[in-house]
């Protein structure tokens, strides 16, 4: 019966049935969820006992339709908790984490549901389906098998058990991650703590300490903040704390990831091992395009030494200008964003004081609205009459041939209850399967506010802004009947390829002329200071590649361990890098007490490596694009719309690459444009 008085369970009469944000409160989702649950097994239950044999429509495509208020529901819970999570919101996540993974695992091991879906399974080859429909079976009884279905007895006890744990370590490794990042404040006492620093970063600075009910300015954990602040600080001994405040996130004794993590990878080995798999990261690339472990490490070794050469060139050219300005030889970690900004600005005549100018955030945002309708023909509309759940968080409704097709929202600050890093979320995914569903498409970043002016971007920050509006992007323009295919509902090292791709068109000249205006002028960015940031572009690729590659080889080389349980992970972490020969001034892009990728879920775990995986799709997707010398050639981008950010997992990746590229991707193109490709 349904709660007439908890929202949630109500019939959403906002506009497009987007979330209440105003009526709900932490305190609903327990009792919401706990009346969904048993709706949903419910719905289940009258799939399994149907008295008609079991079909494509009245199994497969039926489980498709179930659910669809609870996915509304952990949908929301799931953005909120990313996006604003105040300390109640918090606990209620602790609280519904294992009760979230039991009920899924309860659906997952539905043996009189399983044993329908496998009878349409063994008989379809003398069905007629299309290849959406296949792929729809297909990939259903997959995920049946992969979380327990075929296990008996007290293996299938078990297995369930280690879900609902591993829901509830998971939530605690990222929800202590976020404390520390909430936590540290840096403090800027006085004109000499903030030397070096220019205005742009004061006043974000400033905003920081304010959100924070702080006087003065503030330094925080938000990759916005830090990064500059490494940057451009001249004080030492302040890049020094901010560093090791960065670095040591989840390794504090209040909140130590350590045995959480090893708990975390002795369940993951277990489950693996239940499912016939020697190790987690074979459990895990066996649903991805690489397949199998080594197949990754075969893309890796031609990665590794060319980037350790590369970063042992700039070493060398950091030695020379800390030499030059006086400053210690002995380079840190806490050092390389300095000085590197430094041979930056020398080599290519580039600081961020002159390029940020040309990119406020509003003027970047009409860029990738832009590029998406000249590409895929989509208009982008903001809409101030819809009651979000921030006044940070901005709304847009999505026309592609003069009809609403989707609805999107932005959410592009830091601020203290907000998990760090940049991400896409779908509030409701597109779908025709028992009526058609307009996908509604959030993008998060963390930028940090521009005080009393408009928020300018570093051009990595832009590179950021494409990157999720790619993912937007693949969630807005799918074109699928079933919602398990929708949008990015595809491999992880296949899901990367749309997002990463789109960053190509932030360095298009047009794209630049019209959009790279100075917000005070309105003039356009000059064309030599574009070549300068497009020169720049593979600067600094072997520190950037080796502490991407270590991270990777890192996660690969833990989730292949044969007994986890007495892993400390600094020390594997310590042992590995001395084994690769990670240099020590250049350290990972995510040390593993606070690498949330692979601890807070999941979807990346022994599959960090699928964002280079993804550049190798996209750097030959782009080269597609140059070879017409039009990065907007309309038939290319019919074929891309068609076989990569509309179809879902509607076909099979390699075959739809294959279809728009006309061949199979090679790494050479990938190489090139890290600038890691030697020629004799």
């Known amino acids: ?84 999570s105040p300390a109640e919101l918090q606990a209620v996540e602790r609280e519904m984490a294992p009760l979230l993974a039991q009920h899924y695992s309860k659906v997952s091991m539905h043996a009189g549901f399983f044993a329908r879906l496998n009878a349409v399974y063994q008989q379809a080859d003398q069905l007629d389906l299309s290849e959406e429909q296949r792929r729809l079976l297909d990939a259903f009884h997959k995920d049946f098998v992969r979380t327990g279905a075929l296990l008996q007895g007290a293996d299938r006890e078990r297995f369930a058990a280690i879900v609902s744990r591993l829901a509830d370590l998971q939530t605690q490794f990222g929800q202590n991650v976020l404390a520390d990042e909430a936590e540290f404040k840096l403090a800027l006492q006085g004109e000499a ?51 090791r405040g960065w670095t040591t996130r989840g390794e504090h004794p209040e909140r130590n990831n350590t045995p959480i993590a090893r708990e975390i990878l002795t369940l993951r080995i277990e ?59 002995d380079i840190q970690q806490w050092d390389w964003f300095y000085l590197a900004e430094k041979v930056r600005a020398a080599r290519f005549a580039l600081e961020d004081a002159e390029v940020k100018p040309y990119f406020s955030l509003d003027a970047m945002l009409e860029a990738v609205f832009d590029c998406a309708h000249r590409l895929f023909g989509v208009s982008f509309k903001e809409r101030h009459d819809v009651e979000l759940y921030h006044p ?24 203290p209850n907000k998990q760090g890093g940049a991400w896409m979320h779908t509030f409701r995914v597109q779908h025709r399967n028992g009526g058609e569903s307009l996908p509604i498409v959030i993008n998060n970043n963390n930028f940090a506010k521009g005080g009393d002016g408009p928020t300018l971007l570093s051009f990595d920050d832009v590179r950021t802004l494409f990157h999720e509006f790619g993912h937007g992007l693949h969630g807005l323009l799918s074109n699928v009947t079933y919602a398990r295919l929708s949008g ?118 022994a599959g960090y490596y699928v964002y280079m995986w993804a550049e190798v799709l996209e750097a030959e997707a782009f080269d597609a694009f140059d070879e ?25 990746q390699r075959a739809a690459f294959a279809a728009f590229r006309g061949r199979e991707p090679q790494a050479g193109p990938m190489l090139r444009k890290r600038g890691l490709l030697t020629t004799a």
């Open 193 to 243: 703590d903030m030397a070096g620093l220019p205005d742009w970063l004061r006043q974000a600075a400033h905003s920081a300490a304010q959100e924070r009910g702080v006087d003065g300015h503030v330094i925080t954990l938000s990759r916005s903040s830090v990064v500059p602040f490494l940057t451009f600080s001249t004080r030492r001994d302040l890049r020094e704390a901010a560093w």
């Open 392 to 415: 940070d968080a901005r709304f847009w409704e999505v026309s592609r041939n003069g009809a609403v097709m989707g609805l999107f929202i932005g959410d592009n600050y830091a601020r």
């Open 488 to 605: 990015t509902e595809v491999p992880q090292d296949y899901v990367e390829l749309p997002s990463q791709l789109l960053e190509n068109w932030a360095l298009v000249p047009e794209v630049l002329a019209q959009h790279a205006r100075h917000w005070q002028t309105g003039e356009p960015i000059p064309a030599a200071l574009v070549e300068r940031i497009r020169a720049s572009q593979t600067f600094n690729q072997g520190f950037e590649t080796v502490r991407y590659t270590a991270s990777t080889l890192i996660d690969l080389a833990l989730h292949l361990q044969e007994d986890p349980s007495r892993i400390d992970i600094g020390v594997f972490e310590a042992e590995e890098r001395e084994r690769l020969g990670v240099p020590h001034e250049a350290g990972m892009n995510h040390r593993l007490p606070h690498f949330r990728h692979i601890f807070s879920g999941e979807a990346y775990a």
């Open 271 to 329: 489950q693996a091992r239940l499912l016939g798999f020697d190790s987690f990261a074979d459990y895990a690339l066996a649903n991805r395009m690489a397949g199998k472990p080594s197949a990754v490490y075969d893309l890796l070794r031609q990665v590794w030494e060319p980037a350790k050469a590369r970063w042992a060139e700039e070493r060398s050219a950091l030695v020379e200008q800390a030499a030059a300005l006086g400053e210690p030889t």
């Open 628 to 652: 017409t010398g039009d990065a907007f050639n309309p038939a290319l981008a019919e074929k891309l719309y068609r076989y990569i950010y509309s179809a879902g997992d509607s076909r099979e």
């Open 1 to 84: 019966m349904t709660d007439l008085n908890n929202p949630l369970l109500q019939t959403w009469t906002t506009p497009w049935q987007i979330p209440p944000f105003a009526a709900i409160q932490p305190a609903h989702f327990a009792p919401a969820f706990a009346t969904l649950f048993a709706e949903h097994l419910a719905e289940v239950d009258a799939l399994a006992n149907q008295s008609e044999a079991p079909t494509f429509e009245n199994t497969v495509a039926a489980f498709d339709r179930a659910g669809r208020k609870l996915q509304a529901v952990r949908f929301t819970f799931e953005n909120l908790t990313a996006s604003e």
